[in-house]
């Protein structure tokens, strides 16, 4: 088995999912720029945050013109897990390979919090460790991750079983209060129809050992450990 | 060498200086060494006025691997690892262009750190504007922060902690400071000198263009009317290529080939080629016509002097050139081959196949020291003796107040726009402890940061505010359970002409020398910030000296955060509660005073609370620590009851005190050496006053945690205060989003 994280120019949250991989999953990773990447070496690629080309012109939408992301799709296609972190998350949508479209967060300024998630399915690469309901701790930092999809296309979404995570409060309600951007319906992530490419706005990396977080668990890791698990079926 | 022109006119060296400028040389400078010597004997660069002052800091104990003198201060941090840091301000551009000036700030400092050879992992942004309520502040306030959010987030680099004061002599002249802190090993230190002639000079990153050309010399002056006009002298960042900047200069490094490597500045290419060769006692050799440019007919003169950022300076060994050229091109960072490293002892410059500069580097590395007269201000004493207001009655009220004003009020507001998780080392987040914990992934162990300054102290007593910095910054560490190491300062003040003026700056120094001594923390760096004030009121700045500290945590359960965790646990105070008002929150903001005798910083009293607390946490003892500052006692358990959501019930007779004392100095006296901890049990309570006795610190048990909404304090049964911790919160979390969101 083997992974890659891919660095486009002004990814910066390459090392820390490098290290989760590798240093608390023994996983063998490459991290790879953006130039060199070939889908076929790889069983799973990660998209990593960060601000490619410095978010100019919009958030991702240059990086989803590299070729690697022809390479990623190689890989989406195959039904090999493919997993978008923040600006990850930002790529895949603008690359066409998740359905929707991530905005400025109403507030119009950057956040950085701990949020609280709830799967909202264990169909996906990425969660079929995780029980549907499950509340996880994460943190977001983003400027653009208000998620939206026309209502036609969230009744799609729905139905597919593409939503992936929620953002809600201690009771798993998604309130007002407990949604850090304004995301509609409090997405904070989607899958593809497959369940194989999904992307999310909180960063599981940074919430994968007991020490980084404030409420003392590890939840970010179920997502690369349910990746592990859906590699090995 | 090229005909000689008169003196540029923008020149800003004393009759004295240009007379020994012409003495040095033995003959006219031309155009373009003019400009040299400008920015090189300018304030900023040289330290002129406050060289012999600095000289009082101790600087040296068996970790410190590099002191004051090179670009950032380099500590041991054991198993091999280093800790680089170093702190710079970036008042000037901030106060005229909020945004790019606190932007480029950061690439300057980020830089600085990389070219020791380190990783840059966190960020500390101690900022201060004038007041809350006016427009201008607002302006500055909003947008230092997004510059500061908008470019740290984007190179990815974690913006830990930070402080926020305000106080209307910064309403012109805002100080914004920056600190950065990068981790290297110990055996890939560089050290900012080129010593190998051969080698080849390779300029990267950002294209050279005309912004900023003075910049070092505007930010030797005072902000005036004009200085609007300076906006050219502010920089534009781009954290994007600054990022990509960093990934390569790493890699390039990792090589072996780059024998020396120097950031570009504040004085550009002028600065970073005339102290490296001056440090290595080598020579340079460059040809302007070789720099990438960001505008077409740009002379020596503006070559030699622009600040464009994002660009720094590498001596490159022949034999590596293309493997180094290779990863530059990997990251698509420009670059351009543009001299030598000699061993002529000159700094020679041509452009045009003319000379156009030939200097001997240490000609402009050794400027002239300036011997600055000080006095004491006139109205010092009389602040001294203002009468004491009368004492309020209802001191529920007035702490509900406290808790509110915008130095006390939660700074959510400012570090949520920071990414402070980038990184995964962020142990103890901003807003949550006295100081951020950082883990060291490389070694298990972790370090703690934070800066500290009380201006309005420094003003009334710029000795003790000097020596309270460094103690204030010292129990910050200790209360998250580090061993304070070393520490940088940036000194902002106004106008050193002025003899009462550098009489603060003075007597600031030296009461951070007699607390470095005391508590054996020496001094790696510094940054001196002078002409921070207002020409049209002639206001200066309050003197601010800013301590950034290094702690190092040897055991990752020692860790500990400022929050209430258990109703029950027994609350103990550390340190005597003395009647000194004089500067505080209290004054200010309940009786508008600024005055009286500031509290005093005691070395002895201060080493025995943080040695009783190092030994209190290390034993296991402690479930929360927090330090005594701003608002005093009364706040510091009130924040603990806010951030823990429990109550507490204490008895404000139990708590050591000198007497007589008053009621109102009893809770809000700002006392240096004073922290508070919670302990689980009664037993454990007795175990730390036992420790406390060892070192010599007066201490006592004063109250416990209860499971409910109630801050009672009382003082032999009569009740003084009783607030909910709810309505404190919301008081308390509501002043500053209140502020910046509405208007």
């Known amino acids: 088995m083997k992974v890659a994280v891919i660095q486009f120019p002004g990814s910066n949250c390459d090392l820390d999912v490098v290290h989760v991989l590798r240093n608390i999953l023994n996983i063998p990773t490459d991290l790879v720029w953006h130039k060199f990447f070939q889908n076929k070496i790889y069983d799973a690629v990660i998209l990593p945050g960060g601000f490619s080309y410095g978010d100019y012109l919009r958030s991702g939408a240059i990086a989803s013109h590299s070729p690697a992301m022809e390479e990623v799709k190689k890989m989406a296609e195959d039904g090999k897990p493919v997993l978008g972190i923040c600006n990850g998350f930002q790529i895949l949508i603008e690359a066409g390979l998740l359905p929707g479209a991530l905005l ?19 169909r996906t690469a990425f969660t079929c460790l995780i029980p549907e309901g499950k509340i996880l701790y994460m943190p977001v930092a983003h400027k653009e991750g208000r998620y939206f999809n026309l209502e036609e296309d969230l009744k799609s979404i729905w139905k597919e079983q593409q939503v992936v995570f929620r953002y809600v409060d201690e009771n798993g309600n998604p309130t007002l209060e407990a949604n850090p951007n304004g995301s509609i319906q409090n997405i904070a992530s989607v899958c593809n129809k497959e369940g194989n490419v999904v992307g999310l706005m909180p960063h599981p990396e940074r919430a994968s050992e007991k020490i980084l977080s404030p409420y003392k668990n590890s939840d970010g890791l179920l997502l690369f450990e349910s990746m592990i698990n859906y590699l090995k079926r | 060498m090229v005909k000689n022109k008169p003196i540029p006119v923008k020149i800003n060296l004393t009759p004295k200086e240009i007379r020994m400028v012409r003495k040095l040389l033995g003959r006219e400078p031309t155009y373009v060494e003019w400009g040299m010597f400008d920015i090189m004997w300018s304030e900023h660069c040289s330290y002129k006025s406050s060289k012999p002052i600095l000289k009082k800091l101790p600087t040296s104990s068996p970790k410190v691997l590099v002191g004051p003198g090179y670009d950032s201060g380099i500590v041991d941090v054991g198993d091999g690892m280093a800790v680089a840091f170093k702190v710079e301000s970036h008042n000037h551009p901030s106060a005229i262009e909020p945004y790019n000036g606190a932007a480029t700030g950061i690439g300057g400092i980020v830089r600085d750190i990389l ?78 000198r080129f010593d190998k002639p051969g080698d080849i000079l390779v300029l990267i990153g950002g294209a050279t263009g005309r912004d900023g050309i003075h910049g070092v010399t505007f930010a030797s002056k005072t902000i005036s009317e004009e200085s609007e006009e300076d906006r050219p002298a502010v920089q534009i960042g781009d954290p994007f290529t600054k990022k990509l900047l960093i990934e390569a200069v790493l890699e ?41 440019v960001r505008e077409e007919g740009m002379n020596p003169y503006e070559l030699m002097l622009s600040e464009s950022q994002e660009r720094m300076l590498l001596a490159v060994n022949p034999e590596g050139l293309s493997k180094v050229l290779g990863i530059l091109e990997k990251y698509e960072i420009p670059y351009s081959i543009i001299g030598k490293v000699t061993d002529s002892g000159k700094l020679i410059v041509k452009f045009k196949d003319e000379i156009v500069a030939s200097i001997p580097p240490k000609y402009l590395a050794e400027a002239p020291i300036i011997k600055r007269k000080a006095k004491k201000p006139l109205n010092l004493e009389k602040l001294w003796r203002i009468k004491k207001p009368k004492e309020p009655k209802n001191f529920s009220e007035i702490l509900y107040k406290l808790v509110s004003t915008p130095n006390i009020a939660c700074k959510e507001w400012v570090y949520q726009q920071y990414d402070h998780e980038v990184g995964v080392r962020t142990i103890l987040k901003p807003g949550g402890s006295d100081a951020a914990v950082l883990r060291i992934i490389e070694t298990g162990k972790a370090i703690a940061v934070k800066a500290d300054c009380n201006s309005r102290h420094s003003y009334l007593d710029p000795f003790n505010g000097g020596a309270g910095a460094l103690a204030e910054a010292s129990r910050n560490v200790v209360c998250v359970g580090a061993e304070p190491l070393a520490y940088t300062d940036c000194c902002n003040f106004g106008n050193p002409e002025k003899p009462e003026v550098f009489w603060q700056f003075k007597r600031g120094v030296e ?52 929050d209430l965790k258990n109703s029950g646990d027994q609350i103990v105070i550390v340190g005597k509660t003395y009647p000194e008002l004089g500067g505080s929150e209290y004054y200010h903001e309940i009786h508008g005073l600024t005055g009286g005798k500031p509290p005093k910083a005691d070395g002895n009293r201060e080493k025995a609370t943080l040695q009783t607390v190092m030994e209190a946490i290390r034993k296991g003892l402690v479930t929360a620590a927090h330090d005594c500052s701003k608002g005093g006692l009364a706040i510091a358990l009130a924040l603990m009851a806010i951030k823990g959501k429990l109550g507490v019930k204490v008895d404000l007779s139990k708590i050591p005190t000198s007497k007589p004392i008053r009621m109102d100095e009893l809770l809000f006296s700002e006392s240096h050496s004073r922290i508070i901890l919670t302990t689980s049990t009664k037993e454990n309570a007795k175990q730390i006053l036992k420790i406390a006795n060892k070192k010599g610190a007066p201490a006592n048990l004063v109250g416990k945690v209860t499971d409910d909404d109630n801050f009672t304090l009382t003082f032999d049964g009569r009740k003084i205060v009783e607030c909910s911790v709810t309505q404190m919160e919301r008081f308390w979390k509501e002043t500053i989003p209140k502020a910046l969101e509405v208007g």
Not at chain 2, 270 to 287: L, Q
Not at chain 2, 542 to 558: H, R, T, Y
Request: glycine share 12%; aromatic share 8%; proline share 3%.
């Open chain 1, 104 to 122: 400025p967060n109403d507030c119009l300024k950057f956040v950085c919090k701990w949020v609280i998630l709830k799967c909202e399915t264990s």
């Open chain 2, 252 to 292: 390039v490094l990792e090589t072996g080939y780059v024998d020396g490597v120097k950031d570009l500045g504040g004085g550009g290419l002028t600065c970073a080629t005339s102290e490296m060769a001056a440090k290595g006692g080598t020579g340079v050799e460059i040809i302007l016509d070789n720099l990438h």
């Open chain 2, 511 to 562: 009461g951070l020398a007699y607390m470095s001594r005391k508590l054996g923390i020496p001094c790696v760096g510094g940054n001196v910030s002078f002409y921070n004030e207002d020409s049209e009121s002639k206001i200066a700045v309050k003197p601010s000296l800013v301590v950034v500290i290094l702690g190092l945590i040897e055991n990752l359960d020692w860790i500990t955060t400022m």
């Open chain 2, 115 to 192: 070219a020791t050879g380190a990783r840059p992992i966190l960020l500390i942004d101690p900022l201060r504007f004038g007041r809350l309520e006016t427009g201008r502040t607002k302006w500055l306030f909003r947008y230092v922060v997004k510059g500061i959010g908008d470019y740290g987030n984007c190179i990815g680099v974690p913006t830990v902690a930070g402080e926020v004061e305000f106080d209307e002599s910064f309403e012109t002249n805002c100080l914004v400071n920056v600190a950065c802190y990068g981790l290297v090993r110990k055996d890939k230190i560089f050290l900012a």
